[in-house]
């Protein structure tokens, strides 16, 4: 992880979390039902936050994770956000 400085206006410090597919899922699956809601809530955090800019990389027309005898398992892609 990153430093947050919180000192200045425009701060060039980074902030990374990491939160695994499985975690969203278990802790999103009843506020949202699709990926495209949890990925619009983040940008909208961000704007809340007062970001001007707001990048989103994410894999498209893939399946982030898979169901294998009853078990969610991660298939390894990543969604990033980044704002300033």
Do not use: C
């Not at 990491?18 to 983040?42: C, F, H, N, P, Q």
């Amino acid at each position: 992880m990153g430093n947050m400085d919180i000192g200045r206006a425009k701060s060039t410090s980074h902030y990374t979390m990491t939160i695994s597919r499985t975690t969203v899922d278990k802790l999103g699956i009843k506020l949202y039902d699709k990926a495209s809601a949890v990925v619009g809530e983040l940008i909208a955090n961000s704007y809340d936050a007062d970001a001007e800019n707001v990048t989103i990389k994410m894999p498209l027309n893939r399946w982030l994770a898979t169901k294998s005898g009853g078990d969610v398992v991660d298939q390894g892609f990543e969604i990033l956000v980044e704002d300033d």
